[in-house]
């Protein structure tokens, strides 16, 4: 999961995965402060945190909690709420997007794309204050991809998968990431959803790009 913040005190979820709250609240952010949670896809360890975030708002701190989806999944992330006992009938507002769609909530613009992965998933550009980020979510690599992340600020890139293996599932290594950075020109690459083991980090300031290796509750500062 990552958390983006503008100077306005606005802040969106990009993704729910396991934990999610806890880790939002121990930052110091409720959900309340989220203008809105992006679902990328419907693994596990992007979602599951979810119906923990729908019941804190409708039980806790009765508000509602704004859910963009992929349109292939909106009626399986409803499913995944009613399976676990959580009523989110008019606490989750959820709105279902497709490649192409450009939406605005709370000062953020987003623009969606697919990820090539191995179910339907969202890659998503985040726009705000003439900042731009864009999350790949789990994906191989993938030309629309490098499209929607042309000349953006940031690029959060997953690189879980290591050779020769990575792209039959849908991954990435860090060599497939630091490509799509480099070629898109973005100016920092952010390295997540690595799992046991943290990615060989061969790349250098020298080929262009800002690499980083993300850490839980890492602060990234654009």
Do not use: W
């Not at 709105?95 to 192409?100: D, E, F, L, P």
Request: charged letters at 25%; one cysteine or more; a negative charge.
């Amino acid at each position: 999961s990552i958390l983006v913040t503008s100077s306005r005190n606005r802040a969106l979820l990009l993704d729910a995965g396991e934990g999610v709250a806890r880790s939002l609240y121990e930052r110091g952010f409720r959900v309340r402060d989220l203008e809105v949670v992006v679902v990328t896809h419907m693994h596990g360890d992007h979602v599951l945190g979810l119906p923990t975030l729908v019941m804190l708002a409708k039980n806790y701190e009765k508000t509602q909690l704004r859910v963009v989806i992929h349109r292939e999944h909106l009626e399986s992330t409803k499913n995944l709420l009613k399976i676990v006992g959580v009523d989110y009938e008019n606490v989750a507002l959820m709105t279902s997007v497709k490649r192409g769609d450009v939406i605005s909530v709370g000062g953020f613009k987003l623009t969606f794309t697919e990820s090539c992965h191995t179910q339907p998933t969202l890659a998503v550009r985040v726009e705000a204050e003439s900042t731009c980020v864009v999350y790949s979510s789990d994906t191989a690599p993938c030309k629309d991809v490098v499209e929607l992340s042309r000349n953006c600020h940031v690029l959060v890139h997953e690189a879980s998968g290591y050779d020769p293996i990575a792209h039959v599932h849908g991954h990435s290594t860090v060599e497939d990431a630091l490509r799509t950075a480099l070629e898109a020109g973005v100016e920092k690459l952010v390295l997540v959803h690595y799992y046991f083991e943290k990615p060989p980090l061969k790349a250098r300031r020298e080929l262009g790009v800002d690499v980083y290796l993300a850490h839980p509750g890492e602060e990234i500062v654009v």
